[in-house]
């Protein structure tokens, strides 16, 4: 396969895909966000709650 020909499928499959509208990549950005600082929380909390228990139970600190 030649270069050029590789080029000119690329081209012609690109025109070919469905792009998302502005709304559903806003509303996937946001969903995407929400989640990661969720999951940060949770792990922060988690963590905190693991290294107190412990500290306390090895009597650190």
């Known amino acids: 396969m030649k270069i050029g020909e590789f ?3 690329v081209r ?3 025109k070919r895909v ?3 509208k502005q709304e559903e990549t806003l509303w ?3 969903s995407v966000v929400v989640f990661v600082f969720g999951a940060a929380g949770y792990f922060i909390i988690t963590d905190t709650i693991i290294f107190t ?3 306390k139970l ?3 600190g």
């Open 7 to 9: 080029i000119e499928g």
């Open 12 to 14: 012609f499959e690109a």
């Open 18 to 20: 469905v792009w998302p």
């Open 28 to 30: 996937t950005t946001v």
């Open 53 to 55: 228990t412990f500290k």
């Open 58 to 60: 090895l009597g650190i």
